[in-house]
């Protein structure tokens, strides 16, 4: 199997899973209790906590989450105010502020260019005095395309709002801008374990909050944390983080060696500049998206968002960037990173391109 849908999730680190691993077979406790057994799990948690902040800006706390969609709603619904958020969100954000609205929450979507980047005008319009939110994904989880989150947040300072970055995509692999106030990620997009998450608040910053309890967590997220999934989350993150550099230019290199391996047929989605080169989101007219992932059952790869996979539904990310239906429903997305080597990618590349080919001609 050669796997190419590291937007999705990514393989689990090697480290990661020898730091979950004692607290899986034989340390048990629980982080919130007060003896011996239960520091030492505190400890580990806290470890973890500083691993994954080192990676956040200056200046605020990591409380650990479920994993980025309550790290997201809680971020939406701990506050109040209008809210101007983009068309191109995940559905974490788009269909929580969705919810808020019903309940009579004023909402702005701001609409894409073609390249999948919003027009900062546009977004200067929108975000004026009175605004209490601005949501932004930092780096799109379907096309890849980076954001202008720093001046973004910029407007939504000086306009007195919070600034919220999506940053599970960009976590780890491109710079979190200062301006941020929350931050929303995930572990197991950075080659860490599923099922946790965290949301960076700014030192000043208060929310409702979203689950009552214990309230373990510093800003008052309640529930036992999991110190397997926390040592896990941490490792990745500093693994992340000592390899910045190597992952970023291992991402550039796969990224360009596949556009070169590509014919003319296939056009690429989003900006090709202003993205994250371990996305790679491809269309070509009249592909049978559906028939080419039944030829090719040993490449992992995907039509879209893994959250809206089934649906029936074209993407509403390649819909905001001006795609008509049939274009967006002939569009693939491949995600490679750290594991993926450049024979894999364009070994695949390869049989893509001949299956996709050999629809043309049965047609």
């Given at each position: ?12 680190a ?61 971020a ?75 001046q ?42 599923k099922?946790?998450?965290a ?41 992340a ?19 070169a ?36 059952r ?66």
């Amino acid at each position: 199997m050669i796997y190419l849908d590291y937007q999705a999730t990514t393989p689990l680190a090697p480290e990661a899973l020898a730091a979950m691993l004692p607290w899986l077979e034989s340390q048990h406790a629980n982080p919130h209790s007060a003896h011996a057994p239960g520091r030492a799990a505190k400890a580990a948690v806290e470890a973890a906590r500083d691993d994954v902040a080192a990676l956040m800006p200056v200046g605020g706390a990591v409380s650990f989450t479920s994993g980025a969609t309550e790290a997201l709603n809680w971020a939406i619904k701990g506050t109040t105010g209008p809210i101007v958020t983009l068309a191109s969100e995940h559905a974490a954000v788009l269909d929580t502020v969705e919810a808020e609205a019903r309940k009579g929450r004023d909402v702005t979507v701001l609409p894409l260019g073609s390249d999948g980047l919003v027009d900062l005008a546009a977004a200067r319009a929108a975000i004026r005095p009175g605004t209490r939110l601005v949501a932004a994904m930092l780096v799109n989880n379907e096309i890849g395309t980076i954001q202008p989150v720093e001046q973004l947040a910029d407007l939504a300072r000086a306009a007195g709002a919070l600034f919220l970055c999506d940053a599970v995509q960009g976590y780890g692999r491109t710079r979190i801008p200062d301006g941020c106030d929350l931050v929303a990620v995930s572990a197991h997009k950075i080659h860490g374990p599923k099922g946790v998450g965290a949301l960076w608040i700014r030192d000043g910053v208060t929310l409702d909050p979203l689950l009552h309890g214990g309230g373990q967590e510093p800003a008052g997220r309640s529930g036992t944390l999991s110190p397997a999934l926390c040592a896990g989350f941490g490792a990745a993150a500093r693994l992340a983080k000592q390899r910045f550099g190597a992952d970023h230019a291992h991402a550039e290199q796969l990224f360009r060696a596949a556009l070169a391996h590509l014919d003319g047929d296939w056009i690429l989605n989003g900006s090709r500049d202003e993205r994250y080169h371990g996305n790679l989101n491809i269309r070509r007219k009249g592909l049978d998206v559906a028939r080419l992932m039944s030829d090719l059952r040993d490449i992992a790869f995907s039509a879209g968002s893994a959250c809206a996979s089934g649906s029936g539904r074209p993407s509403h990310v390649l819909r905001a960037i001006g795609l008509a239906d049939n274009e967006a429903r002939s569009s693939i997305r491949l995600g490679f990173g750290r594991y993926t080597t450049e024979e894999e990618l364009l070994t695949a590349l390869d049989r893509i391109i001949a299956a996709a080919r050999s629809q043309k001609v049965a047609a």
